[in-house]
């Protein structure tokens, strides 16, 4: 039963992460919040200039028939999950994440400056990966608790223009589109919650 309870109004940020589909997830119990250096297999992709948004919609095909005003039965025939986030870190391998490229670093030597080069463009399959939102809420003993939702499998696209401005930061604004992971049942295809309510009643 849903009562009146302001430990579940949550005010957070969010970090995403990314990492190869099929990477296991971090430990709901042992794994705190904000200890991405435990996430194995994960890589956080930094800075955030705008709210991380999830959102999620489905189509539906509604029976109608002659002897009713309205329809008679309705299902589910599609369904778009998606996450959007503006990164604030300008890396050559954030660039060629979102542009499905490939980065390379050269270190600085004798006569050589250290630079990244990347490359993209005409490879028309996507790469996926596996996606998560991290974020908190705070427990009764005021202990930041995660909440986290992962995307199974998906890909990273940009989601706008980059923009070069003396009065603004440069961003890359992204979008992560949910694709549904078939080796999971019917039912759990697209996403997996955590939501940690509480610490543990005694030390392990």
């Known amino acids: ?28 119990t042992t ?21 991380t948004t999830f959102s999620y919609s489905y189509e539906t ?5 002659q002897q009713s005003a309205s329809p008679i039965k309705s299902s589910k025939i599609g ?12 890396e050559g391998e954030i660039l060629a994440l979102v ?15 250290a630079f990244t080069e990347v490359k993209s463009g005409g490879d028309t399959e996507l790469t996926e990966y596996a996606f998560a939102i991290e974020g908190y ?6 202990t930041k608790q995660p909440v986290r939702i992962f995307v199974h499998r998906g890909s990273l696209t940009m989601n706008g223009d980059i923009a070069f401005d003396k009065g603004g930061v440069t961003q890359i604004p992204c979008q992560v589109t949910a ?8 039912g759990e295809q697209l996403i997996t919650a955590h939501i940690v309510t509480g610490p543990a009643t005694t030390t392990a």
Request: net charge negative; hydrophobic share 35%; glycine share 8%.
């Open 179 to 186: 694709l549904a992971d078939s080796t999971k049942p019917v």
């Open 1 to 28: 039963m849903t009562t009146h309870n302001s430990d579940n109004v949550l005010v957070s940020y969010a970090n995403v992460l990314y990492a190869p589909v099929g990477t296991a997830l971090p430990d709901e």
């Open 79 to 90: 369904e778009t999950l998606t996450v959007s986030f503006t990164l604030a870190q300008f």
């Open 99 to 113: 542009m499905d490229g490939a980065s390379d670093d050269t270190a600085a030597g004798a006569g050589q400056k």
């Open 137 to 142: 809420r705070t427990d009764s003993t005021g």
């Open 61 to 65: 095909f509604d029976v109608e028939v």
């Open 31 to 51: 794994i705190e919040f904000d200890d991405y250096e435990s996430w194995s297999g994960w890589t956080l992709l930094g800075y955030t200039t705008t709210p």
